[in-house]
C-alpha cells in the first residue's frame, strides 16, 4: 500500500479548499443570521438621530427625561412620503424607501444643474421622506432628512423645524467625514444648541439662514437668522448653510413646507 504524504500537492489544495469552504459557509450563515440585527440597529440609529434633532431625547441617552424609550417616543411621529416637486403627499412604502438610494436611480431623481445644486449633491430624488409630530392635535415638529458636500465629503442628516414650519427646532448630522476639531464640530452639542429658533425664512419667504463668523447685533432683524459659523473650517460651514438652503428651497421640501404653512 502506498504511504500517504499528507504534505502532496493534491492534500495541500484538498485541505486548502476545504477551510475556504468551511470559512464561507460560516460567513455567509453569520450574515444571513444578523441581517435582521443589523437592520434593527440602523432602523433604531435612525429614530434617536431623528429624535435628537427634534429636542426630544438627549444627546448620549436613550431614554428622555420621563423613561420613555426611542420606540416610545418615535411612535409619537407619522412618516409620510412627500413628492418633492409638487409638495403633496404620494402613497409608497415608507419601510423600505430610501430617498439617498433613490437620488441614485435616474428614473427615481433628477439632475441638478451647476445653479441648483448648491448643496452639490449631483442628483435629487423625486420622493422624499417628512416625519410629523402631532401634540393635542396641533402639528409640533416636522423633521425633514438633510444632505449636502462639506470639505472631505457628504454630511447627511436630520433638520428640525417648531410647528410654525419656519422655526428651526434644531439640526444634527449622522454621518460625515469632516476634520475632527474643525468641520467635525458639526456634533459638539454646544454648537447644535444654537439651531433652535432661529428663523427658517425671511419676510419673502425664501431661505434666509446664515453661517457667520461675526454675528449682528442682539435683537437686530438680521440676527434671527444667523448661527455661528464653525472655527477654522470655511468650506465645512459653506456647506451647512448650502444644505439648509436647498432642502428648504424650491428644490428641495420647499414647496411642502409651503402647503403646510398655508393649508395645514
Request: proline letters at 4%; glycine letters at 10%.
Amino acid at each position: 500500500m502506498a504511504e500517504f504524504n499528507k504534505d502532496s500537492l493534491g492534500n495541500v489544495l484538498f485541505i486548502a479548499i476545504a477551510v475556504c469552504l468551511v470559512c464561507s459557509i460560516v460567513v455567509s450563515t453569520a450574515a444571513v443570521v444578523l441581517r435582521p440585527m443589523q437592520k434593527e440597529n440602523q432602523e433604531l440609529d435612525q429614530k434617536q438621530n431623528i429624535l435628537r434633532a427634534a429636542g426630544l431625547l438627549p444627546v448620549g441617552a436613550t431614554v428622555d427625561a420621563d423613561g420613555r424609550t426611542v420606540d416610545e417616543l418615535f411612535a409619537e411621529f407619522e412618516v409620510r412620503a412627500v413628492d418633492l416637486d409638487t409638495g403633496e403627499y404620494v402613497d409608497i412604502d415608507v419601510a423600505e424607501y430610501d430617498p439617498v438610494k433613490a437620488a441614485k436611480i435616474p428614473s427615481e431623481s433628477r439632475d441638478l444643474s451647476n445653479n441648483e445644486d448648491i448643496a452639490t449633491i449631483g442628483r435629487r430624488e423625486n420622493v422624499s421622506l417628512v416625519y410629523l409630530r402631532k401634540e393635542d392635535g396641533k402639528l409640533d415638529k416636522v423633521v425633514i432628512p438633510v444632505r449636502g458636500y462639506g470639505l472631505w465629503g457628504t454630511l447627511l442628516g436630520y433638520l428640525a423645524l417648531d410647528g410654525d414650519v419656519e422655526t428651526i427646532s434644531g439640526l444634527g448630522f449622522y454621518f460625515h467625514k469632516e476634520t475632527p476639531g474643525l468641520g467635525g464640530e458639526v456634533d459638539n452639542p454646544n454648537w447644535k444648541a444654537l439651531w433652535p429658533g432661529v428663523a427658517l425664512y425671511d419676510d419673502s419667504g425664501e431661505p434666509a439662514v446664515r453661517l457667520v463668523k461675526v454675528r449682528s447685533p442682539e435683537g437686530s432683524s438680521a440676527s434671527r437668522y444667523e448661527v455661528d459659523a464653525l472655527s477654522g473650517a470655511t468650506l465645512t460651514t459653506r456647506g451647512v448653510e448650502n444644505l439648509v438652503r436647498f432642502w428648504t428651497g424650491d428644490l428641495g421640501f420647499g414647496p411642502y413646507l409651503n402647503n403646510l404653512r398655508t393649508t395645514g
